[in-house]
């Protein structure tokens, strides 16, 4: 008994937290909106609150993110950011950044690199399929809420033809 008021208590709390701020930071974001519809559609607009943006111009509020990813960030970049990756990390933000050497040398950032190669993987692999797994993982195994069933990224052709 104790341990299912324990779970219904777990839950509840979750469910109290809200949203879980998610920030994307990369070049190569024209797949989120589509992914992010992906994401909603399958597992429901509730769980994520996402931005996304470059590292030209990152969203509003980006840096109260709970969840901060960030794909091929430039070093100059990672120097210009590192005032608000500081506070964001230090506010206890869960930060996976790709490239990881900048990442620590300007924020001091130490990083899981399991799960940093596992997210880059998703976006190595690409398309709004794999960018909604991702969204998935960075939910369940990086934020650690509990969640969708995290499924592995999706092998994308190759090698295509084109035939105008």
């Keep these: 008994?104790?341990?299912?008021?324990?779970?219904?208590?777990?839950?509840?709390?979750?469910q109290a937290a809200g949203?879980?701020?998610?920030?994307?930071?990369?070049?190569?974001?024209?797949?989120?909106?589509?992914a992010y519809q992906l994401f909603t559609e399958r597992w429901g607009a509730e769980l994520i609150e996402?931005?996304?943006?470059?590292?030209?111009?990152?969203p509003p509020d980006w840096d109260r993110s709970?969840?901060?990813?960030?794909?091929?960030?430039?070093?100059?970049?990672?120097?210009?950011?590192?005032?608000q990756?500081?506070?964001?990390?230090?506010?206890?933000?869960?930060?996976?950044?790709?490239?990881?050497?900048?990442?620590?040398?300007?924020?001091?950032?130490?990083q899981d690199e399991s799960l940093l190669a596992a997210a880059v993987e998703y976006w190595v692999q690409g398309g709004s399929e794999n960018?909604?797994?991702?969204l998935a993982f960075l939910f369940v195994k990086v934020a650690g809420r509990?969640?969708?069933?995290?499924?592995?990224?999706e092998p994308e052709a190759a090698l295509g033809l084109y035939h105008p």
């Excluded at 960018?131 to 991702?134: F, K, S």
């Excluded at 509990?146 to 990224?153: D, F, I, M």
């Design 1 to 14: 008994m104790k341990k299912l008021l324990l779970l219904i208590a777990a839950v509840c709390v979750a």
């Design 19 to 34: 949203p879980l701020r998610i920030t994307v930071l990369t070049r190569l974001n024209q797949a989120v909106p589509e």
């Design 50 to 58: 996402l931005r996304y943006g470059d590292f030209e111009a990152p």
């Design 66 to 83: 709970e969840v901060i990813f960030t794909y091929l960030m430039p070093r100059e970049a990672a120097e210009r950011l590192a005032p």
């Design 85 to 110: 990756f500081q506070a964001a990390i230090a506010r206890g933000a869960k930060v996976l950044a790709h490239w990881p050497e900048p990442a620590q040398r300007f924020w001091g950032l130490k």
């Design 131 to 134: 960018i909604a797994r991702c």
């Design 146 to 153: 509990a969640g969708p069933a995290v499924e592995p990224p």
